[in-house]
């Protein structure tokens, strides 16, 4: 069964600093992509990244890098030098390869980052 | 690029009344499109994915003619929520991919508050 789990439901930091936010995935396929989203309190999801089974490099955009291990089957997210405005609930989620684009999400971690 | 839109984002109805929820790829073709429903503080539950031009695949415990989905068109797919009662109240968010073949990015619409009195 293919599961995503993300264990921090909430974190609260002090702007300027970092902060990671785990994601834990659970799949049989040796094919398949991890994606992270941005749920800011409009409520809109913003996509921020995709990644495939077969790419472990890590991405680096501007603040925000994440780090891939297969080995351990997680997909964290730091935001570095955090912002009031990084203040959303963040969802990772996973997708099968075949004959679908069906997400599978997250609880989403909330996080509050105060000036 | 990748926009897509949903109308209308509030709405407010009295119990046993039908809504319609309109979510529209404004540049692009979404070969599919997928429905979703979140609670506060929750996350997101897929409720059914739907084609163009064919019938939508609901996931197991979402009532079919309770949530009725049409794929009219490679840009517009609407959601009717029907006899809506007040249990039905909740976020909507529908989403479009592109080739539905797997691993695709799916992007979202603003989302539908909907609350039945």
């Known amino acids: 069964a293919q599961k995503v789990t993300q264990a921090q439901t909430e974190i609260s930091v002090v702007e300027k600093e970092d902060v990671t936010l785990d994601c834990v995935y659970e799949?049989?396929?040796?094919?398949?992509?991890l994606f992270w989203y941005k749920q800011p309190p409009s409520g809109e999801l913003v996509f921020l990244i995709r990644?495939?089974?077969?790419?472990?490099q890590n991405e680096i955009s501007g603040r925000y890098s994440w780090n891939f291990q297969k080995s351990t089957s997680s997909f964290n997210f730091t935001i570095t030098a955090s912002q009031v405005v990084d203040s959303a609930v963040y969802f990772c989620a996973l997708s099968e390869a075949y004959n679908t684009d069906k997400l599978i999400f997250g609880t989403g971690t909330r996080l509050q980052v105060f000036p | 690029g990748a926009v897509v839109s949903q109308h209308p984002s509030w709405v407010i109805c009295k119990s046993g009344t039908s809504v319609k929820i309109e979510c529209r790829s404004l540049d692009f073709q979404a070969t599919t499109m997928f429905w979703y429903r979140q609670f506060p503080k929750q996350s997101l539950m897929l409720m059914a994915t739907?084609?163009?031009?064919?019938?939508?695949?609901?996931e197991q415990g979402v009532e079919k003619d309770k949530f009725l989905i049409n794929h009219a068109s490679l840009t517009l797919s609407t959601l009717t929520v029907t006899s809506a009662h007040p249990e039905d109240s909740s976020f909507y968010i529908c989403?479009?991919?592109?080739?539905?073949?797997?691993?695709?990015?799916?992007?979202f619409g603003p989302g539908t508050r909907l609350l039945v009195l």
């Open positions: 799949t049989r396929d040796t094919t398949y992509y």
């Open positions: 990644r495939n089974s077969f790419d472990e």
């Open positions: 989403s479009a991919g592109t080739s539905g073949r797997g691993g695709e990015t799916q992007y």
């Open positions: 739907s084609n163009e031009g064919s019938k939508a695949t609901y």
